[in-house]
C-alpha cells in the first residue's frame, strides 16, 4: 500500500481536532497553565503519537492486510508509538513552551502517573478510533467490490441468455414465419414471449418450480428447433413429485445452450437433446442434460477444466444456493455426445412453503428456504 | 439476366426465405441447390460450377469462410470463372462492421427486399462485364487479370468475414489453460507458446521465434520447429490473429509459415504452388488464394 497524502493530511487534522477536546479536559486538571499551554502539549503528545503509528502501519504491513497490522503486532505498533509519542512529544513540548508533563515527573508523583494516564488513555482511544475507522473502510471497500463482482455476473448471464446471434437468427426466422406459416410465427413469438420474460426477469427471482424451468427449457428448445428444423430432436422428463421442486431460474438453461451450440452445431446430421430428472433413492436429485452431438474434446469450451462461463455461472449458482450438496459433473459419452449431470441434496426437496404440514427436521424448511436465495 | 446460384445456410427457414426473396429480387436467377452444411456446399458448388455462392458463415461441419478457401483451391477456373461469393450473416457485430469497412458485398438475416436488391444490381454487373470479357482461350492474360481480381475480391472478403470472430471464441482459448497459446500480458504479438508435446502428457513452452509454421490438423494445431512438433488446441484462426503478421503468412487454409524461413516456392505442371521452408524437408501447398505474395518481384 501506497501513502495517500489526502488521507494522511486527513488523519492529521482528525489528530489535531483530537488533541483541541483533550486540552480541555488537562486544561480543567490544570488551570494554572491556560487552554493555549495545554493544547500546545496535547499537540506535541498527539503529533509524535500519531506520526510513529501512521507511518508505522505501513512499515508493519503485510501483503493482503488493509490499513491496519493484525495481531500482537498491531499491539506493539499501538504501544510503540504511545511511548515515543510521550518521550519525544514532552521533549519538544518542553523545548518549545516550557514546561510540561516531564517537569511534572521532577515535581511530584500525582501529575506525573495523572499526565502518563492521560496520554496512554488519550492514545488508547485515538488508536481504537482510527482502527475501527480503517476496518469499517476496508470492509465497505470488499463489499462494494463483491456486490460490482456480482453485477457483472449477472450481467454477463444476462448477455449469454440473449446472445444476439441467438435473438436475431429468432427474430430472422419469425420474419419468416409471419409471411408463410402465421399460425407457427404465432406460437414462435409466444415462446420467445415467455423465454425473455423469465430471461429478463431471472436475474432478480430467486427460485421457481422445477416445472417452470422445464417449460422454459421447452420455449428455448422449440425456439431451436424451429431453427435448426430436423437437425433438433428433444425430450424433456419431469416425474411429477419433483415438478415443485425450487431451483434457481434458468439453472439449466446454460447446459442447454452449451449441448446445442458445442454438440449439435457443429454436427452437420444434428442430433437430440434429453433432459431428465430423477429422484434417487436417498433424497437426492439428479437432472441430467444429454446431448448426441460432437462430444467434449471438439467442442471448444467445454474442457475438463470446467469450461466456459456458462458452466462456471452454473457451478457458482449451484455452490451458492446449495453448498456443496450441489454439483455439476460433465461426462463424454461412449457413444458420443456429452452428458452434463446436475445432483442437488437432498434438503432442496424439503418444502419452500411454510403453510406445508412441518418435516421431521425442523430446520429443513428454512433450511431450503435459505438454500435457495442468492447471496444478499 | 440469366446465371445460377448455390444457397448454403443451415436453418431451413432462412434458407428457403432467401431463396423467395432471391425469386423477387432476381427471376432470372436459378438456385440448382440450397445445402445446410459447409462440406456440402463446397461438394455441390464444384458439381454444380454455379455463378454466384450464397454463403452462411456460420454452418455444421465447415464453416462459411473454410468452404470458401476449400473452394478456392478447387474451383476449375480453366473450366468456368471464379463465381460471386456473397456472405450471408445474421448478427455477427464485427463481421459486418468489416465488411460495411470495406465496402464488401454480404446479406444481412433477415433478408431485407431493397438491401438484397442491391446486392443483386452488383452481382449482375460484375457478372456483365465478365460476360463481356474474352475467354482464356482467346485471351490468357485478360483472363488471368480477371482471375487475379476474383481472387482479391474472395480475400478480403474471408479477411473481413475472419475478423468477424467472436471475441468470446478468441477469449475461451485464451484462458482454456492447459494446450491453449497464452496471451501476452501487453497485448502485442505471441511472445511464447504453451504447447503439449506428442505424448500429450507434458506442456512445453516454445518459443514463437523458434516456430517455423503452424498446421491446422482436425482438432489440433500442429507447432513445427527445426526439429520437433507440439500440439495445441487453439484454432488457426484465432492464433493468428495473435502473432505478428509480419512475420507469419498465412498460405493456406490450414498453413501459416514463417516468411523468412521460406526457400523457394515452385510451380508445378498444373499451375499449383508448392513451396519449401529452410530446415524442414517437406513441400508444402500454397493455396490460389494466397499466391499472389509469391509473385516475383
New interface residues.
Given amino acids: 500500500m501506497n501513502l495517500n497524502w489526502r488521507d494522511l493530511a486527513r488523519h492529521y487534522l482528525q489528530v489535531v481536532a483530537f488533541c483541541l477536546v483533550i486540552a480541555v479536559v488537562t486544561t480543567a486538571i490544570w488551570p494554572e497553565d491556560g487552554y493555549w499551554r495545554q493544547l500546545g502539549y496535547a499537540m506535541c503528545m498527539g503529533t509524535f503519537i500519531w506520526l510513529p503509528i501512521e507511518l508505522g502501519r505501513f512499515a508493519f504491513l503485510r501483503p493482503g492486510e488493509t490499513g491496519w497490522p493484525k495481531g500482537w503486532r498491531g499491539v506493539a505498533l499501538t504501544t510503540l508509538g504511545i511511548g515515543i509519542g510521550f518521550f519525544v512529544g514532552s521533549l519538544v513540548a518542553q523545548a518549545l513552551i516550557g514546561g510540561g508533563p516531564l517537569e511534572g515527573f521532577m515535581q511530584g508523583r500525582r501529575d506525573r502517573y495523572t499526565s502518563i494516564v492521560i496520554t496512554v488513555a488519550c492514545g488508547l482511544i485515538g488508536s481504537y478510533f482510527f482502527h475501527s475507522r480503517g476496518q469499517r473502510a476496508a470492509l465497505d471497500a470488499r463489499i462494494n467490490a463483491v456486490e460490482r463482482d456480482a453485477a457483472e455476473a449477472k450481467l454477463k448471464l444476462l448477455e449469454t441468455q440473449l446472445e444476439?446471434?441467438m435473438?436475431?437468427?429468432t427474430?430472422?426466422?419469425l420474419?419468416?414465419?409471419i409471411a408463410?406459416d402465421p399460425p407457427r410465427a404465432i406460437a414462435m413469438l409466444d415462446h420467445l414471449n415467455s423465454y425473455l420474460r423469465v430471461t429478463l426477469s431471472g436475474s432478480r427471482a430467486t427460485a421457481h418450480p422445477l416445472a417452470a424451468e422445464f417449460a422454459r427449457l421447452a420455449d428455448y428448445l422449440e425456439l431451436m428447433s424451429?431453427?435448426?428444423?430436423?437437425?433438433l430432436r428433444y425430450a424433456l422428463e419431469l416425474p411429477d413429485e419433483l415438478r415443485a421442486l425450487p431451483v434457481p431460474p434458468l439453472l439449466l438453461q446454460p447446459l442447454v445452450e452449451n449441448a446445442i451450440r458445442h454438440g449439435l452445431?457443429?454436427?452437420?446430421e444434428?442430433g437430440a437433446i434429453a433432459v431428465q430428472a430423477h429422484r434417487n433413492d436417498d433424497g437426492t436429485v439428479r437432472i441430467e442434460v444429454r446431448d448426441t452431438g460432437v462430444g467434449l474434446?471438439?467442442g471448444?469450451?467445454a474442457?475438463s477444466?470446467g469450461g466456459?462461463?456458462g458452466l462456471t455461472q452454473v457451478r457458482e449458482r449451484l455452490a451458492t444456493a446449495y453448498g456443496a450438496g450441489g454439483t455439476l459433473q460433465m461426462t463424454a459419452l461412449a457413444e458420443g455426445g456429452t452428458a452434463a449431470v446436475v445432483q442437488l441434496p437432498a434438503t432442496a426437496l424439503a418444502p419452500a412453503s411454510p403453510d406445508r404440514p412441518a418435516s421431521v427436521n425442523p430446520a429443513a424448511p428454512s433450511a431450503s428456504r435459505s438454500a435457495t436465495a442468492p447471496t444478499p | 439476366m440469366n446465371a445460377t446460384a448455390l444457397i448454403a445456410e443451415d436453418e431451413p427457414l432462412l434458407a428457403a426465405a432467401l431463396r423467395a426473396e432471391l425469386a423477387a429480387a432476381w427471376p432470372g436467377l436459378t438456385v440448382l441447390a440450397s445445402v445446410g452444411d459447409g462440406l456440402r456446399a463446397v461438394s455441390e458448388a464444384l458439381r454444380l460450377l454455379p455463378d454466384v455462392l450464397f454463403f452462411d458463415i456460420r454452418m455444421p461441419g465447415l464453416d462459411g469462410l473454410g468452404a470458401a478457401m476449400e473452394l478456392a483451391d478447387n474451383w476449375p477456373v480453366d473450366e468456368r470463372p471464379m463465381p460471386q461469393l456473397v456472405f450471408v450473416t445474421a448478427y455477427d457485430e464485427y463481421a459486418s462492421r468489416a465488411f460495411e469497412a470495406q465496402a464488401l458485398d454480404y446479406v444481412l438475416k433477415p433478408v431485407q427486399p431493397e438491401r438484397l436488391r442491391k446486392t443483386v444490381a452488383r452481382l449482375q454487373q460484375a457478372l456483365g462485364a465478365r460476360g463481356a470479357a474474352p475467354s482464356a482461350a482467346q485471351a490468357p492474360a485478360a483472363a488471368a487479370q480477371a482471375l487475379d481480381a476474383a481472387l482479391a475480391q474472395w480475400r478480403q472478403l474471408l479477411a473481413a468475414a475472419g475478423a468477424g470472430m467472436p471475441p468470446d471464441a478468441a477469449l475461451a482459448a485464451a484462458t482454456s489453460a492447459a494446450a491453449a497459446a497464452a496471451t501476452p500480458p501487453g497485448g502485442g504479438p505471441l511472445r511464447v507458446i504453451a504447447a503439449s508435446d506428442a505424448g500429450g502428457n507434458t506442456v512445453r513452452m516454445v518459443p514463437v521465434q523458434e516456430v517455423l509454421y503452424f498446421e491446422a490438423a482436425d482438432k489440433y494445431v500442429r507447432v513445427l520447429t527445426a526439429t520437433q512438433e507440439f500440439l495445441i488446441r487453439t484454432p488457426l484462426k484465432q492464433l493468428m490473429a495473435q502473432l505478428d503478421p509480419q512475420q507469419f503468412w498465412q498460405v493456406h487454409r490450414a498453413l501459416v509459415v514463417r516468411a523468412e524461413a521460406i526457400e523457394s516456392v515452385h510451380r508445378d505442371e498444373a499451375g499449383k504452388l508448392h513451396l519449401q521452408l529452410r530446415g524442414r524437408p517437406e513441400k508444402m501447398a500454397v493455396s490460389r488464394l494466397y499466391a499472389h505474395l509469391f509473385r516475383a518481384m
Fill in positions: 444476439p446471434h435473438l436475431f437468427n427474430l430472422a426466422n420474419r419468416v414465419l408463410t424451429v431453427r435448426m428444423g430436423e437437425r452445431e457443429p454436427k452437420v444434428g474434446q471438439a471448444q469450451p474442457g477444466d466456459g462461463f
